[in-house]
């Protein structure tokens, strides 16, 4: 069965420091792929990150990295020098590709950024 | 270009009737997928249309059903509500392949009282 565990419930930090989101999945496939949604309170889930299970390389865009490590199963999230707008609950991904594409989401994480 | 596009915006129903949600998918999005996301978890597959046709579907009960038009919206019906249907039921639009990225819309949030 497939599966995301997001661990952290709930994350506060202070503006410009440094903020990980930690992700960790369940999948019997050999192809897969993991997705990273940003939840602001309006509710929309936003697209942040497609990676599919055969592309390890780590990707960074402006303030945001991510970390994906198959030995760990993995995908974690990372945003630089956080800022008030990044303040919102985060899902993490995964699908199996199939006919479906449907997505198996982790519990989130809210990330707080205080002023 | 319009995002997708969901309504109403806020339902409120009473125990036992019905609801209609509507969605309208990114243009040149053939493939329509509903979630239910409760308060404080992320959102659970309900069903996936392409083409019309059921492509998948949840483990939701059969008071749950949809369907998609020809020009690509869907409707989500649900039967006989109950209050543990209160939530946030969100559309989203791909295009066609193996791990495309979803768009989703900003939601219908629905109370049962």
């Known amino acids: 069965a497939q599966k995301v565990t997001q661990a952290q419930t709930e994350i506060s930090v202070v503006e410009k420091e440094d903020v990980t989101l930690d992700c960790v999945y369940e999948?019997?496939?050999?192809?897969?792929?993991l997705f990273w949604y940003k939840q602001p309170p309006s509710g929309e889930l936003v697209f942040l990150i497609r990676?599919?299970?055969?592309?390890?390389q780590n990707e960074i865009s402006g303030r945001y990295s991510w970390n994906f490590q198959k030995s760990t199963s993995s995908f974690n999230f990372t945003i630089t020098a956080s800022q008030v707008v990044d303040s919102a609950v985060y899902f993490c991904?995964?699908?199996?590709?199939?006919?479906?594409?449907?997505?198996?989401f982790g519990t989130g994480t809210l990330l707080a950024v205080q002023p | 270009d319009a995002g997708v596009t969901q309504s109403p915006t806020h339902l409120i129903k009473t125990r036992g009737q019905h609801v209609t949600l509507r969605c309208s998918p990114i243009s040149g999005h053939k493939s329509v997928s509903w979630y239910q996301q409760v308060l404080g978890q992320g959102p659970q597959f309900i069903f996936q249309y392409y083409e019309k046709e059921e492509r998948g579907r949840g483990n939701f009960p059969d008071r749950f059903s949809a369907r998609q038009f020809p020009n690509y919206s869907s409707e989500l019906n649900v039967n006989a509500l109950l209050l543990g249907d209160s939530a946030l039921y969100l559309c989203?639009?791909?295009?066609?392949?193996?791990?495309?990225?979803?768009?989703f819309g900003q939601g219908t949030r629905l109370t049962v009282v």
């Open positions: 991904a995964l699908s199996d590709g199939g006919a479906t594409n449907k997505l198996i």
């Open positions: 999948t019997r496939d050999t192809t897969y792929y």
């Open positions: 989203a639009s791909s295009l066609v392949g193996r791990g495309t990225e979803a768009f």
């Open positions: 990676r599919n299970s055969f592309d390890e």
